[in-house]
Each structure stands twice: as structure tokens, then as C-alpha cells.
């Protein structure tokens, strides 16, 4: 996802590829998506997605377009920087599915080699900064945290990744406590 912002409107353009994470050079594929986009403030669009780019706009310049909304659909989501900035300052305005969503798909394409680890962790930080507390959302960046872990084993790094994530996480547990509510 593309944009361009002219006289107060942004034109996203949509584009689709294959997406893979263990297939270095996947073949080329363009399948028949339905996409549904939206967000806080916004109109909801829904349009196909083929083998041709589809635009669409809204007003505004910064206007917080995230694509699958509800995850709709069975595909992953790559925005360019611009947009994705956008998305990392109004997370918390979304409904969880879709928080959750946006952090499946940056770690997805953090897996992929398609983006860095850091879109990932500045989403999941702005997401903890704010208090989140929606399960679906918080086990997405614990279970996240253990694969980083796991990834991690026999790194000197990952002395200093656990205490991030105790940093992260120790606020949350003492916030939700343990007892069952």
C-alpha cells in the first residue's frame, strides 16, 4: 500500500505480490482479492484486488488506512513507510482484531525479510504504552517475544532482549494481575 497526498486527499494505490517466507524466489502469482479498507474516522471501501493496481481516497493527508480491516481476508498487509506511520500513531484507535492484525503482518514480513524488526517493536511499544489490555492483542506480543527469544538462543543479545521485554511486559502483569477476573 502506496500513497500520495494532493490537495487534501490521499490516493492509496494497491498492489499485490506473492508472499512467502521460506521460498526465496517464489514464482509469480496474482489471485482475485476482495479488500476491505477503513479506519477511525473513515469510510469503509471494498473493492477487488487483480492482477491491476486499484486506487481509492480519502480526505485528508494523514488519514489511517489499514487494509484486511476485521481481518477480512487471508492475506498480508505491507505498507509503505509513510503510511504505516500513519497506522503506528493511531493503533490504539482501532478495534483489537485489527491491532492484533497490524502486528501479525509486520512480523510476517519481518520473517519474510520484506521489512525491519523495528516496525514490529514500535508498534508493539506504542500498543504497551497506552495500556493495551485486549488478550488477543497482548498474546500476539508475547507469543512474538518468545519466537524473538527462541531466535535469540546462544546470543549474546539476548540477555539484553529479556530485559526489554520484562521492561515491557512487567507493567501489563502487574496492571492485569494473575487472579481470574
Not at 34 to 54: I, R, S, Y
Request: include cysteine.
Amino acid at each position: 500500500v502506496a500513497s500520495a497526498c494532493t490537495a487534501g486527499k490521499t490516493v492509496y494505490t494497491l498492489t499485490q505480490s506473492r508472499f512467502t517466507i521460506h521460498d526465496a524466489h517464489p514464482a509469480a502469482q496474482t489471485w482475485i482479492i476482495p479488500v476491505v479498507a477503513g479506519g477511525p474516522g473513515l469510510a469503509t471501501h471494498k473493492l477487488v484486488l487483480g492482477k491491476t493496481p486499484q486506487t481509492l481516497s480519502v480526505v485528508g493527508c494523514d488519514a489511517p488506512l489499514k487494509l484486511n480491516l476485521g481481518e477480512s481476508g487471508y492475506y498480508r498487509v505491507q505498507y509503505t513507510a509513510p503510511v504505516f506511520a500513519s497506522l503506528l500513531k493511531n493503533a490504539v484507535h482501532f478495534t483489537p482484531v485489527d491491532r492484533a492484525n497490524l502486528l501479525g503482518d509486520q512480523f510476517a514480513l519481518f520473517r519474510s525479510g520484506q521489512a525491519p524488526l523495528s516496525t514490529y517493536m514500535d508498534l508493539a511499544d506504542r500498543l504497551l504504552s497506552v495500556h493495551e489490555s485486549d488478550i488477543a492483542v497482548l498474546q500476539e506480543i508475547t507469543s512474538t517475544f518468545e519466537v524473538l527469544d527462541q531466535y535469540l538462543k546462544g546470543s549474546p543479545d539476548r540477555a539484553a532482549f529479556r530485559a526489554y521485554a520484562r521492561k515491557q511486559l512487567t507493567p501489563v502483569l502487574a496492571r492485569l494481575g494473575w487472579d481470574q477476573k
